[in-house]
């Protein structure tokens, strides 16, 4: 009988904490079915769903499809094309009214320590360097207007004379570089101009000791 008396009384406690747990669901359950009744704040966007790459996709089958895309790509590598044979010409320079010469100084100070792979300190911050003491020019620089029609005669003879890397301001380098059968470069945007301070061309570049001599030409005055 007593062994009958806490099988019951195990049964009771187990079915009265089943129906707490039981009632505690339908507590929580009501509080969460009633949680939109604390009202809105903010503004609520609509969620995105679609994804993102997902659309890009659909656009460019779109655009495949119309053929739009297919204009795009051709007009892009005219563009690339275009771009490549015949470079934006450099913005202010001239040809060269008279004779200029002067002088640049390649030298630089060092603004932090620099070291070999080593971890070794090769020049300390604040050193003064100049590449020239070192390394030397190995050709002259010629710049010039590559639609100029004087500036182009006085290049081929300068090719002749000399060991002579030509640079263009203005023109078609790759269509020269071929005509020529020697490698032809551009100053894209002037960043070699601008920092060695050329106005004027046909500009020689060379070096004098440990100095870059630039000469703007007046080719009126070469006769």
Known sequence: ?????NSADIKARS????????????????????ADDFGTHGVI????EEDTIVLIQQQLRNMEESG??????????????????RPKPVEGITKASKERIFYFNPSYVV?????????????????????FE??????????FDG????????????LKDEKVKLILVKGAPLALSEEWSVSVYFDQGGLLTKKLGIRHVPALVSQEKLQLRIEEINLGEQE
């Open 68 to 85: 739009e895309l297919a204009r795009h790509n051709t007009a892009l590598q005219k563009k690339t094309k275009a771009a490549i044979e």
């Open 15 to 34: 079915f009265s904490k089943l129906l707490l747990f039981c009632i505690s669901i339908i507590l929580f359950s009501g509080v969460c079915l009633q």
């Open 134 to 143: 070192t390394v030397s020019l190995s050709q002259n620089l010629l710049f």
């Open 111 to 131: 603004k932090e320590d620099l070291k070999d792979h080593q971890g070794r300190i090769v020049a300390k911050k604040g050193t003064k360097i100049n590449p």
């Open 1 to 5: 009988m007593l062994q009958f008396q």
């Open 147 to 158: 639609e100029d029609s004087e500036q182009r005669e006085y290049a081929q003879q300068k």
């Open 45 to 48: 966007y609509p969620i995105e």
